[in-house]
């Protein structure tokens, strides 16, 4: 379910494989914690996921099940491209690398990660 409306949400790579890996349905978790949402894929995320493909079926799902969404330009990759776009654009990044998820905090940014392995809250 695609909303246009409200803040938009950035997941990362590892964030959209573990999804499909655990049968999280991602967009379903995003509306419950904050509601009135836009999910979009970066560039950067989504050059990742095809090399991943390769390899990782679950990253070649990924791509199929969240095909719909729309592809954001970004520049850099990994978890430069991540910040910098998030922290740039006011975006809400979904990750579980808590690395990743300090840097942005730290710049004023906001996380959601998956705790008890099903559950997207707020990275405090």
């Given at each position: 379910m695609q909303r246009s409306s409200g803040?938009?949400?950035v997941p990362d790579t590892n964030t959209l494989i573990y999804s499909v890996k655990q049968h999280i349905d991602l967009e379903w978790?995003?509306?419950?914690?904050?509601?009135?949402h836009r999910t979009i894929l970066l560039k950067c995320v989504k050059n990742e996921l095809e090399?991943?493909?390769l390899k990782i079926k679950e990253a070649s799902m990924a791509i199929k099940i969240f095909s719909s969404l729309e592809v954001k330009e970004s520049y850099g990759s990994g978890d430069e491209?991540?910040?910098?776009?998030?922290?740039?654009?006011?975006?809400?990044?979904?990750t579980n690398d808590r690395m990743l998820a300090?840097?942005?905090i730290e710049k004023g940014g906001k996380v959601l990660n998956l705790r008890d392995g099903?559950?997207?809250?707020?990275y405090r």
């Open positions: 803040r938009t949400v978790e995003i509306s419950r914690v904050i509601g009135s090399g991943l493909s491209c991540l910040e910098k776009t998030c922290l740039e654009n006011d975006f809400v990044l979904i300090k840097k942005v099903r559950n997207l809250k707020w």
